[in-house]
């Protein structure tokens, strides 16, 4: 079951591979064409405003309420395409009239998310505001598509969507910008929001999903999401708004606290991506068929399986992230106006998140066997009590550790969010397999801990080492230092007859016979 899961997540992984490098070229694309200057700002406020509001809407809530109901219809295309077809046109409809409130009020918001822009510099943030409105339509057709290909075990194009929206943002900047100047990074949003819905057009066909112009929004299964959309809503609000806490109180400490947060907390994000979202994505369809067909079972099954990988993926990854936090922080941003302080700073605040790779894991898996169940505002709830504990731990640890104490509270939270949902899972539904869960995850922890040690030691030489890490003998060095650690790791997994690495191991062998016959 495990190595299923493993298996339908491998598009995710290899999407985020693709996508984030890209996401970082764009940035270093944007950075040389416009540098930092009241352009970029103006387009930073654009653009991040209606991001937000897809993400708060459409992308991050829909998928929490919208799979679990669609999934129980996967076996029927055309009641499955004539839900598809109801739910986008519904989505489409909300949006189109959010956007148009948007671009009506669209002043008073840039001055809100940006009160120190003025003149000149607050029309231009209007103008590429309203330019990218498209993009809230566009995202919650994706959203919708998402969600329908993924109850169907589809999860390769809706994630490469991300690569071809970078790819075009890269292309239009440098083509458009002797003509159009910032613009140009507008029509690179709007553009790539069109082919990132686009490319889903064939994937749908081929599932046979087609769609109907209709309104018959009675049908019980819209019924069904709109009485878990309130929940998923709070639960999707929770995230940002324990980011605005967090940015709130970071701004009342030392110079360069919110920038380090923020570079580290991006950091962070790519291991999350690589082991965690593919995890519980994956999860939730597989959950929510479980449930719908009344296989409690398997449903348990399912989630303990999910579980053991995570254990599996995430504790490695909090090692390495630990382990070479500053190292990485040097590497990826030291040069330029970015001072070895400044990268010490970033690699604590690094650390602090590192501790919550697997907290972020599990909270999210937790929050899956909730929304597949069709409960979506227990989690809510949890998340909403889990605030106020949030600022408050945030502004006694700050006190302490300054902005790293937040950082640390933010992994904290997560995982006592885990421990409250699955006390509550647990009194209604019965406990999982605890024996087998804990003696997975204390089995992976200590060759975490034992692989982070060695990574620590190994890598000192480079994070005392003065001037670029960008040479060629201090990337072999951590190249080395990574494939010993790796190597450190299988030996033991292998010595303590570890499940997963010899599931590792097998599948390398599988394929070795597979490289050679290539050659």
Request: glycine letters at 8%.
């Amino acid at each position: 079951m495990r190595s299923r899961i493993a298996r339908k997540g491998r598009p995710i992984i290899i999407a985020t591979l693709l996508s984030r490098p890209l996401g970082f070229i764009r940035e270093a694309v944007q950075a040389a064409l416009f540098g930092a200057s009241r352009l970029t700002d103006a387009f930073l406020v654009a653009y991040n405003v209606p991001e937000m509001m897809q993400t708060l809407f459409f992308s991050g809530a829909l998928s929490n309420f919208f799979v679990p109901v669609i999934t129980r219809y996967r076996d029927k295309k055309d009641e499955l395409s004539t839900i598809f077809s109801l739910a986008l046109n519904g989505a489409v409809l909300l949006a189109v009239l959010l956007a148009g409130g948007c671009y009506v009020f669209a002043s008073g918001l840039m001055a809100v998310a940006a009160p120190g822009l003025a003149g000149d510099d607050h029309a231009l943030a209007v103008f590429l505001f309203r330019f990218m409105l498209p993009m809230l339509v566009l995202h919650c057709l994706l959203a919708v598509m998402k969600g329908t290909l993924n109850s169907l075990d589809h999860y390769a194009m809706p994630e490469y969507a991300g690569v071809f929206f970078n790819l075009v943002m890269i292309l239009c900047a440098l083509a458009l910008t002797p003509r159009y100047g910032i613009t140009s990074l507008a029509i690179g949003v709007v553009a790539g929001s069109i082919l990132q819905v686009l490319i889903q057009l064939p994937s749908l066909r081929r599932c046979g999903i087609r769609y109907r112009l209709t309104l018959a929004f009675s049908h019980p299964a819209l019924r069904e999401m709109g009485s878990l959309a309130l929940g998923a809503f709070i639960a999707t609000a929770v995230v940002p708004l324990n980011a605005f806490v967090a940015r709130a109180l970071a701004s009342t400490l030392a110079e360069g606290s919110i920038s380090a947060l923020a570079y580290a907390f991006r950091v962070f994000l790519l291991p999350v991506s690589l082991v965690a979202v593919p995890v519980y994505t994956v999860l939730l369809t597989e959950l929510s068929s479980a449930h719908n067909e009344g296989q409690l079972a398997t449903f348990k099954k399912q989630a303990e399986a999910g579980l053991s990988l995570l254990f599996a993926l995430a504790l490695p990854a909090m090692a390495v992230l630990i382990a070479l936090a500053l190292p990485i922080t040097r590497l990826l941003y030291e040069r330029g106006q970015f001072t070895p302080e400044d990268a010490a700073m970033t690699s604590q605040a690094l650390m602090a998140y590192g501790v919550g790779i697997l907290a972020y894991g599990t909270s999210q898996v937790m929050v899956r066997l909730f929304n597949a169940t069709k409960d979506t505002r227990t989690p809510a709830w949890i998340g909403v009590g889990s605030i106020g504990l949030h600022a408050a731990g945030c502004w006694l640890l700050m006190q302490i550790w300054s902005h790293w104490g937040i950082a640390l509270v933010t992994s904290l939270v997560s995982y006592l969010n885990t421990l409250v949902l699955y006390v509550i899972f647990r009194r209604r539904h019965g406990p999982l397999d605890e024996a087998l869960l804990i003696r997975t995850l204390g089995v992976h922890a200590l060759l975490a801990a034992i692989v982070g040690g060695c990574l620590f030691v190994l890598s000192q030489p480079l994070s005392a080492a003065s001037g670029s890490l960008l040479t060629p003998a201090r990337l072999l060095h951590l190249a080395g230092v990574v494939v010993a650690g790796g190597g450190v790791y299988l030996a033991l997994g292998l010595l303590f007859k570890v499940a997963e690495v010899r599931a590792f191991i097998r599948l390398l062998k599988r394929a070795a016979p597979v490289r050679s016959g290539l050659q």
